[in-house]
């Protein structure tokens, strides 16, 4: 079953074909291309994008010193504002219908501060979600 963790429930709405690797891009392509088709299940931990990040170790995000407290807070707060908990199952179409009400607290609390800001802004649904 594919597994997603909160902020990744919002933010691989925006993808645009951009990543660290080839390997994480390919991932990323393989894990929407599932969430079209199968039920997710929801956790809180690393989860199938996770898998092939290179700052992944022992299950933890090693990108900066703080990464990996700020991610666990993401995904708090992105499963709050979803209405979602860790250990529910839902599918894809379910959580993009609850992104539009979201986006401009999930966008204010987050996207002006994140590193991938510049590859979400190149999405059409971003940029839909921007207008509204």
Known sequence: MLTLRGHH?????????????ARFIENLRDVLKR?????????????????????????????DEKA???IREMDETALKLLN????????????????????HEWHDRYCNECDWKQACEKSDFYQEMERR
């Open 9 to 21: 429930l919002i933010c691989l709405h925006f993808f645009s074909g951009e990543g660290y690797d």
């Open 35 to 63: 969430a079209e088709g199968e039920e997710i299940d929801i956790i809180s931990t690393a989860d199938n994008i996770c898998t092939r990040c290179p700052y992944l170790e022992d299950y933890k995000c090693t990108y």
């Open 68 to 70: 990996d407290e700020e």
């Open 84 to 103: 979602l908990t860790a250990g529910q199952k839902i599918t894809w179409q379910a959580v993009k219908g609850y992104i539009p009400d979201i986006f």
